[in-house]
């Protein structure tokens, strides 16, 4: 698959580059928003949802972003995993909807997970709004989507794949769509999804407005922005590559210890309350999350032999904390926004760099503290 970029593999990964203890300092760069939520020109409902919800001071990229997006510019957003970047384009675009309840919005994502995600936080900012919304992901029935598209709906969210195949099938009419939001671009990129999303973007109508999040840029990514965006305002809130609260460590294997004795111990160690275990091959998630529940360890798995019925059960018992310990993969992972993972665990190396950033982002989201522990051999 195309990566769009040269990337070195994990063994080669520097080990002193998966060590990073947090220095604790004064907080000199405290971020203060320009904005309440209160301050935006939105509709009185939906500033209401907002408070509802607990929101009072945006977090840098909301703050940055919805001022502009609520005007109708395009917007590139580079930020961070878990900065709180979902909101920053939900908020406006119910705005806009509001305003005109024949306005459609069509969300492109990576992964089913995050599509999921999105629509459960655009139903609780939209409650009792009359705002319909279908998510339509590969390995759901197609059927159900499809009977949901007969519907007037003002959100699609969607993996390419899938989109793809609804707008083959007739069942999504893109010409109506006059807004577009490209979310997590490069990790669509790695995924192998460009010619899909070029696909999508074709059959958009002009104007559009479009919006576009990326946690990195690199001569693809500005080449599709490029292609998709008109005049677009750039903000970016990225604080280097990997999240500033992540304390970032390694366990170091000596001679004749067994790997799973290290992690057992691990483990049982009280400040591990929730735990994300990263492993390479589908397989030997599955293993290790089998292995863990002989020793006694509340643990599920996610990876893509699973279906996405047990997909959405595992991850439901991660969030709502019946289980301890989440077992996946870096593609059954990808975007997943979970509240209080306090560690994560990489039990085998991840393949890249990036890969790397990406697993660790999973704690340490929004102002919390988390804690990465990579298994070096």
């Known amino acids: 698959m195309a990566r769009g970029r040269h990337k070195s593999k994990g063994a080669l990964i520097d080990p002193s580059k998966f060590i990073n203890k947090v220095v604790v300092t004064e907080d000199q760069s405290v971020f203060v928003p320009e904005h309440n939520f209160t301050d935006f020109l939105i509709d009185a409902k939906l500033k209401q949802a907002i408070i509802n919800k607990g929101y009072i001071s945006p977090m840098p990229i909301q703050d940055r972003t919805i001022p502009y997006i609520l005007k109708g510019q395009d917007v590139v957003g580079i930020a961070n995993t878990g900065t709180g970047k979902t909101a920053a384009f939900l908020i406006p675009l119910i705005n806009k909807v509001l305003g005109n309840n024949k306005e459609q919005v069509l969300i492109v994502v990576p992964t089913r997970e995050l599509a999921q995600q999105i629509d459960e936080e655009l139903k609780g900012f939209s409650k009792g709004m009359r705002i319909f919304s279908v998510c339509c992901v590969g390995g759901a029935p197609i059927g159900k989507q499809l009977r949901d598209l007969r519907y007037e709906n003002q959100f699609i969210i969607g993996t390419p794949g899938r989109l793809k195949d609804l707008i083959e099938r007739k069942a999504i009419n893109l010409s109506r769509f006059k807004s577009v939001v490209l979310d997590e671009a490069d990790r669509m ?119 996405q019925s047990h997909r959405q059960r595992a991850l439901a018992s991660f969030k709502s904390s019946q289980i301890q310990i989440l077992v996946a993969t870096d593609v059954a992972a990808r975007g997943l926004d979970i509240a209080d993972v306090s560690h994560v665990i990489n039990y085998d190396i991840p393949e890249t760099y990036e890969d790397y950033v990406h697993r660790i982002g999973r704690t340490g989201r929004g102002h919390k503290k988390g804690k990465a522990l990579t298994f070096i051999e």
Do not use: C, W
């Open 189 to 307: 990129l790695d995924m192998g999804f460009i010619n899909d999303m070029r696909y999508v973007m074709s059959l958009m109508s002009k104007p559009r407005h479009t919006l576009f999040f990326s946690a990195t840029l690199n001569p693809v990514i500005e080449k599709l922005i490029g292609e998709f965006l008109n005049n677009p305002v750039r903000i970016s809130v990225k604080t280097g590559d990997t999240a500033q609260n992540v304390e970032q460590d390694v366990v170091r294997l000596k001679q004749g210890d067994n790997k799973l004795d290290v992690l057992h111990d691990l483990l049982n160690q009280k400040e591990l309350s929730k735990v994300l275990i990263f492993g390479r091959t589908k397989h030997g998630v599955e293993k290790l999350s089998k292995m863990l529940v002989q020793r006694g360890f509340k643990a599920e798995s996610i990876h893509g032999n699973k279906n």
